[in-house]
């Protein structure tokens, strides 16, 4: 005997970066016949009403969602927003079997270390859809792709959970102290440099996100940038980068997203990001910074 199919639509949620409206807008048109026949409802931010919360809308779209689309591209990944929140929960979700993940690389880009690549891409082979010769066809292959998917939750078969077993999807984040510990970050620059130095000051936590911290280290002649990185194997040099006290001044801060911006230390480039909701006042921050660097020199 068949089993009915559901009553409601397969709910599709479509995460993406606004750089890639008109892709998110042909995604839909490619949906436009399963939506018609009322197999399937979908969903983006542009679907929120004028006037109504847009985090609290999207989060219960995407607690919600049978299939999570991701719209990938290099303005995807480089976005807070997808990143942290949508792409999160989205990953926390597929990990329980509660939805499918599906990435769609719409513009080519490195994606690679993300913690979907071990998932199957649409459209066919994984080919960004603004690589193909006639886009239409891109996109026939995303819809019956989805297609798929649709059927097997409306048959009501369970999703294998098929995320990569070597970098965990969403792991919960190490502890801080047992990482700098089992790095040796208290000592990476003396390891180095085989003299015992003492931080004048830190580590100072100035950077967090979902998968990596940052801090940075100063000590008595020289300033580190130590990396713990949740999409690296453990056996990645933490050390990103190390600068005199002396060249690491003057300090700069320079504004780059909603969520971060740049802490530049002296003339050879040397920078990394900001968490604003670690630093709400990036000026104290900066003075904090400059002033150890000045105490160390």
């Known amino acids: 005997m068949l089993t009915s199919p559901p009553a409601r639509p397969v709910k599709v949620f479509c995460s993406y970066s606004i750089e890639d409206e008109a892709y998110r807008q042909e995604f839909d048109m490619a949906l436009a016949g399963m939506r018609g026949a009322g197999l399937v409802e979908t969903w983006s931010f542009r679907s929120i009403p004028p006037g109504e919360a847009v985090e609290s809308r999207v989060a219960q779209a995407l607690n919600e969602a049978d299939i999570i689309v991701l719209l990938v591209s290099a303005s995807f990944l480089d976005s807070d927003y997808c990143w942290d929140i949508e792409m999160r929960r989205a990953v926390e979700r597929h990990d329980r079997g509660d939805a499918r993940l599906v990435p769609v690389v719409v513009r080519s880009c490195e994606w690679s270390d993300a913690p979907f690549a071990g998932l199957s891409a649409l459209p066919q082979d994984a080919k960004p859809v603004a690589s193909w010769t006639h886009r239409d066809e891109a996109w026939t292959s995303v819809a019956r792709g989805i297609r798929t998917l649709v059927s097997e939750i409306r048959s009501g078969a369970r999703p294998a959970r098929t995320v990569r077993q070597?970098?965990?999807?969403?792991?919960?984040?190490?502890?801080?102290?047992?990482?700098?510990?089992?790095?040796?970050?208290?000592?990476?620059?003396?390891?180095?440099?085989?003299?015992?130095?003492?931080?004048?000051?830190?580590?100072?936590?100035?950077?967090?996100?979902?998968?990596?911290?940052?801090?940075?280290?100063?000590?008595?002649?020289?300033?580190?940038?130590?990396?713990?990185?949740?999409?690296?194997?453990?056996?990645?040099?933490?050390?990103?980068?190390?600068?005199?006290?002396?060249?690491?001044?003057?300090?700069?801060?320079?504004?780059?997203?909603?969520?971060?911006?740049?802490?530049?230390?002296?003339?050879?480039?040397?920078?990394?990001?900001?968490?604003?909701?670690?630093?709400?006042?990036?000026?104290?921050?900066?003075?904090?910074?400059?002033?150890?660097?000045?105490?160390?020199?």
């Not at 003492?198 to 008595?220: H, M, R």
């Not at 580190?224 to 690296?232: G, H, P, S, V």
């Not at 990001?273 to 990036?282: F, K, Q």
Request: a positive charge; one cysteine or more.
């Open 166 to 297: 070597a970098t965990p999807a969403m792991p919960t984040y190490r502890d801080a102290a047992g990482f700098l510990s089992a790095a040796g970050v208290v000592q990476v620059v003396s390891t180095r440099d085989r003299d015992r130095e003492k931080p004048i000051d830190g580590p100072i936590l100035v950077y967090e996100n979902s998968f990596q911290k940052t801090w940075l280290l100063i000590t008595e002649s020289k300033i580190a940038c130590i990396l713990d990185d949740l999409t690296k194997p453990a056996t990645y040099d933490p050390l990103k980068w190390q600068e005199s006290v002396e060249d690491a001044l003057p300090v700069r801060i320079e504004p780059y997203r909603r969520t971060s911006g740049f802490l530049h230390f002296g003339s050879r480039r040397r920078q990394w990001l900001y968490s604003y909701h670690l630093h709400r006042d990036p000026s104290a921050l900066k003075s904090r910074l400059e002033a150890l660097l000045k105490r160390a020199g």
